[in-house]
């Protein structure tokens, strides 16, 4: 079984915003309040979503990892999908505050998804902030899941769209 991690089930402030209720929660544990408090916390900050791909079943599975230990989702079958594609991403996160301010964020990444036969439905398998990891990886997927990447253009385009595309960390 190989297993990837796609991402946080919830944006960055809210994730803060369970760090702040889970240390609030530990401080005042004692309470109903305080274990209501720390499982509040805990379920914001440790829920992940992920990817697990069982090759020899041909199995494909997607779900939330909730607190980071129960796992939901469903079961595909590999063969419902037609290829894997790499495309550039760009994700914008801007917080408000109430003196009417604002801080925005960008970020650049490299997704890898598998396409379904059914056009404009994806998987996202994993994450990259460099085009060359990202398809590197989709190589390697692909000749384990014997399923073909659905264009192999893109990676002079995503080259040539995204040259300052990240320090060459995967994005977790």
């Known amino acids: 079984m190989i297993s990837y991690n796609t991402g946080r ?3 960055p402030t809210v994730v803060f915003a369970g760090t702040l209720i889970l240390l609030a929660g530990l401080l005042s544990v004692t309470r109903v309040t305080g274990i209501l408090m720390v499982l509040t916390g805990a379920f914001l900050l440790f829920s992940t ?3 697990r791909i069982h090759p020899g079943t041909g199995k494909i599975s997607s779900g939330t ?3 980071g230990i129960i796992s939901t989702g469903k079961q595909r079958n590999l063969k419902a999908f037609r290829g894997l594609a790499v495309v550039p991403y760009s994700i914008c996160t801007t917080t408000h505050s109430l003196s009417n301010r ?4 960008q970020e650049r990444e490299f997704r890898v998804y598998l396409v379904e036969r ?6 996202l398998v994993r ?5 060359e990891e990202a398809f590197a990886f989709a190589r390697q997927l692909s000749s384990i899941l014997e399923i073909p ?6 990676e002079q385009e995503a080259r040539r769209d995204h040259p300052d595309s990240g320090a060459g960390q995967e994005v977790r």
Do not use: C, G, M, Y
């Open 9 to 11: 089930t919830f944006p």
């Open 102 to 105: 604002s801080n925005s964020v």
């Open 118 to 123: 059914i056009p404009e439905q994806a998987l």
């Open 149 to 154: 990447l659905v264009s192999e253009n893109q």
């Open 49 to 51: 979503d992920k990817v």
């Open 127 to 131: 994450k990259f902030l460099l085009a």
């Open 65 to 67: 990892s909730l607190f």
